[in-house]
DNA sequence: TATGGACCCTGTAGTAACTACAGGGTCAAG
DNA sequence: CTTGACCCTGTAGTTACTACAGGGTCCATA
């Protein structure tokens, strides 16, 4: 790849991206599509690889692509109100914790659960039992 | 629907599961097919009820419908040991510890990157900041 | 110069666990 | 006898990828 360009492999190894996600991304248009060298080949630059470092980091944290998507709109309009974003990283905390407390839950219950196995048979095995209907 | 059979509307109902839920439960081959009436409706006896309930707790308590099937595998098999069951749960345990951890240090992560933004302009936001490259 | 292997291309199908139709048939009440 | 609620099959959509198949490109080495 000649000059500073980069082929789609070596973006994906600076950015932790495997391939496919690159072309995955790139046909829901999330990420732009890049110049093609005269094989055609995709080539990349600086500015691409900036902007999947910032969807990566985003999946990191949970975003969804939707998500990223519109903070990838707001992240281009400077000069506006950074309003919106806090509004989505908001909601997302919300989500996060909303997660957070169904698996402690839920985690309470497996326990429980788990706790009265004697490791009997099967017939009276208190996790079947657990999971039966009552009637 | 004659006699105590049930139509699969009612044993959605009963179960608080969807009609194209039990269909696809039947067709993945996690919930056995029942008879059918002579208008080729399906006819639900009371141990669909059951089995559909016990499916229905699983998931709610996260089990895949793959340990699920192993699970009910497991449950029709009384006199066997239930140290097998036992694993199922503990593995799933396991994985719910796991989600729980990573979903913390996500908040923390989503909460201090919250925590920063004074809504000024996007040009310098911190959450949009903390999401870009730092090269 | 030929060739081998690493890389790239497109397009399609698979994953989990459903959900949502479209286009029809059945059944009971009025 | 018609209306509306219910049922049937089959297929396609959802999220966020992943995994091929079947080919082309590029570069170093023999």
Redesign the interface.
Not at 77 to 83: F, I, N, W
Not at 119 to 123: E, I, K, L, P, Q
């Given at each position: 790849m000649t000059g500073d360009y980069l082929a789609i492999g070596e973006l994906g190894r600076r950015t932790g991206t495997k391939v496919e996600t690159i072309r995955y991304y790139e046909r829901i248009g999330l990420f732009a599509a890049p110049g093609r060298t005269a094989g055609n080949y995709r080539a990349y630059g600086p500015a691409h690889?900036?902007r999947l470092?910032?969807i990566r980091?985003?999946r990191d944290?949970?975003f969804s692509l939707d998500q990223i998507r519109a903070?990838l709109d707001?992240?281009d309009?400077?000069?506006?109100?950074?309003?919106a974003?806090?509004v989505i990283?908001?909601e997302?905390?919300a989500e996060?914790?909303r997660?957070?407390a169904d698996?402690?839950a839920?985690?309470r219950?497996?326990?429980s659960?788990?706790a009265q196995?004697r490791?009997?048979?099967?017939?009276d095995?208190r996790?079947?039992e657990a999971?039966?209907?009552q009637?």
């Open positions: 690889v900036n470092s910032f980091r985003s944290l949970g903070l707001l992240a309009q400077r000069d506006r109100s950074c309003d974003v806090d990283a908001r997302h905390l996060v914790d997660k957070i698996l402690r839920l985690r219950e497996l326990d659960m788990i196995c490791c009997g048979t099967v017939a095995c996790i079947i999971l039966s209907p009637s």
